[in-house]
C-alpha cells in the first residue's frame, strides 16, 4: 500500500496524520508535535495502538520537530509516497490542490504578508522536505479554497477598483474545517446536506462560515487571518481608522501593531490574562467574564449576518476547540440566537487532515494509482 502523509505545520506545532492511499483512506497512524518554542511534547500513535508520548528538549525547531515525524514513520516501517500540506492561503491563484513546484512555491510565498502568523511555517515544511526527500511529491492544500467561489457581492470590499485589481479582496480561511462539514453533513446528517447551514469554527483562531448545498456563499474572516471575529490572541473586525490612530498619534511602528493585533489583542487583551478559554471559564476575575460574554456575543451577532445572506438558518455546527469543547461558550451564543426562528445545532468535529486526504485522492487519484 502507498501511503499518503498530512502535515499542518503551525507556529508552534506539527500535526500529522499517515493514510493509505486507497478509496477508504484508511488511517494509519498520526500524531501531534505541541510546544515548540516553549516545552514541546510528542504525542503520536499507530492505526489501533496505544497512544505515546515522549517529552522532548526546549528549544526545538521546527525542522527538528519535522525530522523526528520522519524518523518515527521510519523507526515504524511506514514509507511515504506522497505529502499534503495544509497551506492557509492560496490566494486568487489556487481553488484546488496543486503540486508545489518552484513556481507555486514563489507565488505562495508572494502570500505571506496576508498570513503571517501560518504561510512561512507552512511553507518552510514544503523546503524542509525537499531537502531530506527531494524526488518526494508534495501537494498544497489550501484554506482559502473552500471560499473561491463566492460572487462578488461576498468578496468585494467596498474600495476603488485600482485597489481591487491589485488583489485586495475578501478571501476566507479554515476551508479545510469547513470542506470536512459539508463532507460530514452528506454522511451523518443528509436531512441538511442541501440546507442553509452556518458553520462557526471557534478556535484561537475564529471564523463562521454560510453554507448551502455544501459550497461556501459568505465567511466572516477577510482579505487576513484578522477580521471578524475575535479570537484568542487576534482582534478581529476593527474599525480601519483605529488602526490608522494607533500608527499615526499613538506613534507604534507598523511592526508594533501588526503584534498588537495579532499576538496581544482578543480573549486574551479584553481579559489582560490568556486566550484559553478553559482558564478563562473557570477564573472568578470579571475581566475574564467579561472576554467570554463579549466573544459569546459577537458570535452571536456575526451568526445572524451568516443568516442573513443565506435567507435564513437550518442549522448552526460548532467545531474547533471551543466550539466543540466549552459547551459555557456554546450556550452563551445560543441564547443571544433564541429570537430566530427554531434551528438545529450540532458539534462536529474538526478533521482537516482527512479533508485534505480526501481532496488529494479526488484531485490526484488517477496518477496516484498508477
Not at 2 to 26: D, I
Not at 190 to 214: D, E, F, K, T
Not at 235 to 255: E, M
Request: charged share 20%; aromatic share 8%.
Amino acid at each position: 500500500m502507498t501511503h499518503l502523509l498530512t502535515l499542518n505545520t503551525g507556529s508552534s506545532s506539527v500535526k500529522f496524520r499517515l493514510f493509505g492511499l486507497e478509496k477508504t483512506l484508511p488511517l494509519l497512524a498520526g500524531g501531534k508535535i505541541s510546544g515548540i518554542g516553549g516545552t514541546p511534547v510528542f504525542d503520536v500513535s499507530k492505526e489501533n495502538g496505544v497512544p505515546e508520548t515522549y517529552p522532548l528538549s526546549e528549544g526545538l525547531s521546527h525542522e527538528e520537530a519535522i525530522d523526528l515525524v520522519l524518523k518515527w514513520l521510519e523507526d515504524n516501517r511506514l514509507p511515504i509516497s506522497v505529502v499534503a500540506h495544509r497551506i492557509v492561503h492560496g490566494g486568487e491563484q489556487y481553488a484546488a490542490p496543486v503540486k508545489l513546484d518552484e513556481g507555486a512555491m514563489k507565488y505562495l510565498r508572494s502570500l505571506e504578508p496576508l498570513a503571517p502568523l501560518h504561510q512561512p511555517h507552512n511553507l518552510a515544511a514544503v523546503d524542509i522536505l525537499q531537502s531530506r526527500q527531494p524526488g518526494l511529491p508534495q501537494m498544497g492544500c489550501f484554506d482559502t479554497a473552500f471560499h473561491a467561489r463566492h460572487g462578488r457581492l461576498f468578496h468585494e470590499f467596498a474600495l476603488p477598483q485600482s485597489i481591487r485589481d491589485q488583489g485586495v479582496k475578501r478571501y476566507g480561511f479554515h476551508g479545510l474545517s469547513y470542506d470536512w462539514i459539508a463532507h460530514c453533513l452528506r454522511s451523518d446528517y443528509p436531512h441538511l446536506a442541501s440546507g442553509r447551514i452556518v458553520a462557526a469554527h471557534l478556535g484561537n483562531g475564529a471564523s463562521l462560515c454560510a453554507m448551502q448545498n455544501g459550497r461556501s456563499i459568505d465567511t466572516t474572516m477577510g482579505m487576513t487571518a484578522l477580521d471578524g471575529l475575535p479570537m484568542g490572541t487576534r482582534c478581529g473586525a476593527l474599525d480601519a481608522g483605529a488602526v490608522l490612530y494607533i500608527i499615526r498619534t499613538l506613534g507604534l511602528s507598523p511592526d508594533e501593531t501588526e503584534n498588537i493585533l495579532y499576538n496581544e489583542s482578543g480573549l486574551k487583551g479584553l481579559s489582560g490574562l490568556t486566550n484559553d478559554v478553559k482558564v478563562l471559564s473557570e477564573s472568578t476575575d470579571k475581566k475574564a467574564a467579561f472576554a467570554l460574554e463579549y466573544f459569546a456575543l459577537k458570535a452571536a451577532q456575526y451568526i445572524a449576518a451568516m443568516a442573513t445572506s443565506l435567507g435564513g438558518m437550518d442549522a448552526l455546527i460548532f467545531t474547533g476547540g471551543i466550539g466543540e469543547n466549552s459547551e459555557k461558550i456554546r450556550i452563551m451564543i445560543l441564547r443571544h440566537l433564541s429570537f430566530l426562528p427554531p434551528f438545529e445545532h450540532h458539534i462536529i468535529p474538526a478533521n482537516e487532515e482527512r479533508a485534505m486526504a480526501i481532496e488529494i485522492w479526488k484531485n490526484f487519484k488517477e496518477e496516484l494509482e498508477a
